[in-house]
């Protein structure tokens, strides 16, 4: 089945507004959070004042019988520029199962530029429509040709701050964004203590518990830190370094031998992954399956990982369709990772999902099985990007 037609668009989905009144803001909209320009004090606050302000970017691939599929990515019009302009032209007309010839296409088509970063998104929101729209030709959901469901259902860690509102909604295991970093010197490792002993006595002693540092640490400070921390019994520390620092990655495996580390949300390409697998440089690979390729790259990840005993936790895998289908069919896939950014007391079922989109119930996913990624989109609201 050929492909007729790929192009980057928006969605124009109909936002219902919550029921529930929250009881509180979410941490999300003030909470301070260490991060690389934390050492500039204009920046520090909040990564707000510094994020660029580009949009979700989606791309519609169209199949020659009018199957049309859906994928997802993120920053805008750079990326929709490479899509549209470089990458869809050259794929039309290709057979959409052939989904291995397709990646490694557009892999190493975008080798002039550089695969990894804006082009690795553009990279993945085509592969993953190109999975969706394929799917759904053979009305199969993905994680059926991703070789069936490895899993009935999956655990989820809450990601964010509230943690007494995650409690309540039924998660066993919680994520907290790591408030201070090298440019707080010791105090700030003393209040970050302090802020991860309140999270402990919140949740207790038998619930997991992790730290994303979020790319703000340098070798020293993560070593303090999570020295300092030990009797806290995290489950593993996050993202600590920048992820271009390989080097600073072993040295850190090195001084801290007994913590378990994890990264890879800024990894792009297959390619940093299976370096970390060669080196053993870390514990948990982290790829977000909508920034680093897409399914067909996250496939080579995970069968790497797995073949080395290391596992693999999307980044915000349970947050989309796309993650949830490859972690309920990939067996060293252990859990689904939850970002929950809407205020404390307006229940999962009312904050932001798009329509088909399955969430947890007591810290729990089951698959939806309609076909493709089960998204419930409209063709009427799917707009062109420019």
């Not at 004090?41 to 019988?65: A, N, Q």
């Not at 619930?207 to 020295?227: G, H, K, N, P, Q």
């Not at 990264?263 to 390619?271: A, D, F, K, L, S």
């Not at 370096?275 to 080579?300: E, Y």
Request: net charge negative; hydrophobic share 40%.
């Amino acid at each position: 089945m050929k492909i007729t037609d790929i192009r980057a668009v928006k969605l124009n989905v109909p936002k219902p507004e919550p029921k529930a009144q929250g009881r509180s803001k979410s941490w999300a909209q003030d909470a301070e959070v260490a991060n690389p320009m934390s050492r500039y004090s204009e920046y520090k606050r909040h990564r707000s004042l510094w994020l660029p302000k580009w949009g979700e970017v989606w791309c519609k691939v169209t199949l020659e019988d009018g199957t049309w599929g859906l994928g997802q990515t993120g920053n805008g019009r750079g990326v929709a520029a490479v899509i549209d302009d470089h990458l869809a032209p050259l794929l039309i007309g290709e057979d959409v199962h052939a989904t291995e010839k397709i990646a490694d296409m557009m892999f190493r088509m975008t080798k002039p530029y550089g695969s990894t970063g804006l082009a690795s998104y553009a990279v993945s929101a085509i592969d993953l429509a190109v999975w969706d729209a394929r799917a759904k030709h053979l009305g199969m959901p993905v994680y059926a040709l991703l070789g069936g469901l490895q899993k009935e259902r999956i655990q989820c860690y809450c990601t964010g701050n509230d943690v007494a509102w995650y409690k309540e909604l039924g998660f066993q295991a919680y994520k907290l964004a790591c408030p201070y970093g090298p440019a707080d010197g010791w105090e700030g490792i003393k209040k970050n203590e302090e802020f991860i002993a309140n999270a402990r006595a919140i949740i207790g002693d038998s619930a997991e518990l992790m730290l994303d540092c979020w790319m703000a640490f340098d070798v020293e400070y993560m070593v303090r830190l999570t020295e300092v921390l030990h009797p806290y019994h995290l489950k593993w520390m996050e993202e600590y370094l920048i992820p271009e620092d390989f080097d600073g990655h072993l040295t850190v495996r090195e001084r801290l031998p007994w913590q378990t580390l994890a990264t890879g949300e800024h990894w792009y390409t297959h390619v940093p992954f299976l370096w970390a697998v060669a080196h053993r440089a870390v514990d948990i690979l982290q790829p977000d399956i909508n920034w680093c390729g897409g399914i067909s790259t996250c496939r080579r990840i995970a069968d790497a990982s797995d073949a080395a005993g290391i596992a693999v936790i999307l980044h915000a895998g349970g947050n989309t369709v796309f993650g949830q289908h490859f972690s309920f069919a990939t067996p060293n896939v252990p859990w689904c990772e939850f970002f929950v950014g809407s205020d404390p007391g307006i229940p999962l079922e009312e904050g932001w999902r798009y329509p088909g989109q399955a969430i947890p119930r007591d810290g729990w996913i089951t698959p939806n099985d309609a076909p493709g990624f089960g998204l419930e989109i409209k063709e009427e609201w799917i707009e062109p990007y420019w």
